[in-house]
T-cell receptor, first 115, second 114 residues
Framework: AQSVTQLGSHVSVSEGALVLLRCNYSSSVPPYLFWYVQYPNQGLQLLLKYTSAATLVKGINGFEAEFKKSETSFHLTKPSAHMSDAAEYFC?????????????FGRGTSLIVHP | DGGITQSPKYLFRKEGQNVTLSCEQNLNHDAMYWYRQDPGQGLRLIYY???????QKGDIAEGYSVSREKKESFPLTVTSAQKNPTAFYLCASSITIQGENEQYFGPGTRLTVT
């Protein structure tokens, strides 16, 4: 069984500060891991994904995430926050068992960026 | 442009009425999904379909029904049996290539039932 925990329903940073959004997962097999961003009243947009190639994954808008198997973590980071980064962020895990790729999503973290 | 369309963006219904949410994709994806989103609860899977004329219940299928008569279309009906239908509904599709799979999401439909 797979599950995702996102620590902190809200994260608040100042513009220009480091962004760190935490995601821990559990999976019985090597997982696929994803980060999505959602702006108000819109669908989800893929930021980046881990599929067992490089452990450090670079995504769009300057975000990156590092897969750490020993810690079962896939935290999302960005060196310098912009006002436009304010949104809801979702971490997801997918095991791909039996050809079925049904991801499990975390509850989301709302990123608030202060001027 | 390829993508997923959901219509309408906002939908209002009276309690006791069935309502159907549209989802169309022109990405040629085999799999399609319906999620429900409530504040603080993330995305919960309602139904999914991996191939035409076949679909499976997700975690919260009660009070919902779907059909998959065409590859491009996966409509969701919210029936009067759904106790708390007011929510944001997201449709997604996906394709698996060489073991890699990722979902593409539509813009969502916000359903309000009063």
């Amino acid at each position: 069984a797979q599950s995702v925990t996102q620590l902190g329903s809200h994260v608040s940073v100042s513009e220009g500060a480091l962004v760190l959004l935490r995601c821990n997962y559990s999976s019985s097999v090597p997982p696929y891991l994803f980060w999505y961003v959602q702006y108000p009243n819109q669908g989800l947009q893929l930021l980046l994904k881990y599929t067992s190639a490089a452990t450090l994954v670079k995504g769009i808008n300057g975000f990156e995430a590092e897969f750490k198997k020993s810690e079962t973590s896939f935290h999302l980071t960005k060196p310098s926050a912009h006002m436009s980064d304010a949104a809801e962020y979702f971490c997801a895990v997918s095991e791909g068992i039996g050809g079925s790729y049904i991801p499990t999503f975390g509850r989301g973290t709302s990123l608030i960026v202060h001027p | 442009d390829g993508g997923i369309t959901q219509s309408p963006k906002y939908l209002f219904r009276k309690e006791g009425q069935n309502v159907t949410l549209s989802c169309e994709q022109n990405l040629n994806h085999d799999a399609m999904y319906w999620y429900r989103q409530d504040p603080g609860q993330g995305l919960r899977l309602i139904y999914y379909s991996q191939i035409v004329n076949d679909f499976q219940k997700g975690d919260i299928a009660e009070g919902y029904s779907v059909s998959r008569e065409k590859k491009e279309s996966f409509p969701l009906t919210v029936t009067s049996a759904q106790k708390n239908p007011t929510a944001f509904y997201l449709c997604a599709s996906s394709i698996t290539i060489q073991g890699e799979n990722e979902q593409y999401f539509g813009p969502g439909t916000r359903l309000t039932v009063t």
